[in-house]
């Protein structure tokens, strides 16, 4: 009980096994032989719960009492030592009556007592050691080791070779030469190829498109002296000689040829006499 002499009553159980000392709640009363009596049930924050005795009126209602501890000194901090200490509040077990005011909130004996503020106290959702920044896991900062470069220009032929060049500093002035370097090099290359594709393309063009016209006025009269020229062939045909017909006149004055060739075909209409065979 909490004046110290052990409770002989084998109602009274530990309410949990795992800790040396721990509260106790009259959860065995059939084995005591408190037969139509109902078991306490032991809640986390250290009181025991049960039920009102019906009156006709009171169905359900909780009760809640602070009752005993493995300790006989009551110094464990699983058991409720500083609460409802008062002797004329407790029973012929020592137990004491405890109400909720509300949340967290309790006070002792009477239901009253939560009108009366200076009667209230708090208990914690679970009973046991409070955590103290000592006991608690320290926190600390864990700073991101910064990412291992490259800081050697030469190839590593084995695997030492290549854990040596691995450092934690930056890039080393020879890796950064040498890649302004190779950037320098690529640059120049690219300007000199675009240079030539485009000098290629410019000549390309300028050999096969004719800035004034006159290459294709060149070929089209070539092409109207061969149509000429056919066209006399036939006039000279059969090893004879033969005047003109209309419809060799006709053909010929079909033909557009260039002023130069006017002339001969002028000569031809005008009396051209052809032996006859």
């Not at 209309?246 to 032996?275: F, K, Y």
């Amino acid at each position: 009980s909490r004046n110290g002499t052990s409770l002989l009553n084998a109602a009274f159980q530990p309410c949990d096994n795992s800790t040396i000392y721990s509260a106790c709640c009259m959860t065995n009363h059939g084995g005591a032989g408190d037969f139509g009596i109902a078991d306490d049930v032991c809640i986390e924050n250290g009181l025991c719960q049960n039920y009102a005795v019906y009156n006709g009126n009171n169905e359900g209602e909780k009760i809640w009492s602070r009752q005993g501890c493995t300790d006989p000194l009551w110094n464990s901090p699983y058991c409720l030592g500083d609460v409802c200490n008062e002797p004329e509040y407790a029973d012929k077990w020592g137990n004491v009556g405890v109400h909720n005011c509300g949340g967290k909130t309790w006070c002792c004996e009477e239901k009253t007592c939560c009108d009366n503020k200076s009667n209230i106290f708090e208990l914690e959702a679970t009973v046991g050691p409070t955590p103290t920044l000592s006991s608690a896991t320290p926190f600390s900062l864990v700073t991101p080791a910064p990412l291992a470069t490259i800081s050697s220009a030469s190839t590593p032929t084995s695997s030492s070779a290549f854990n040596g060049g691995i450092s934690s500093g930056g890039l080393s002035a020879g890796v950064q030469a040498g890649i302004g370097v190779g950037v320098a090099i690529v640059g120049i290359v690219a300007v000199a190829i675009a240079w030539l594709v485009f000098r290629s393309t410019k000549s390309s063009i300028g050999k096969d498109s004719p800035s004034d016209g006159s290459t294709l006025h060149t070929d089209v009269s070539h092409v109207e002296k061969q149509q000429l020229r056919a066209h006399t062939h036939e006039m000279w045909s059969n090893h004879g000689y033969r005047e003109l017909g209309q419809r060799e006149d006709a053909e010929v004055a079909a033909i557009s040829v260039p002023q130069e060739l006017e002339d001969r075909t002028q000569n031809i209409h005008q009396g051209m006499r052809v032996p006859k065979a």
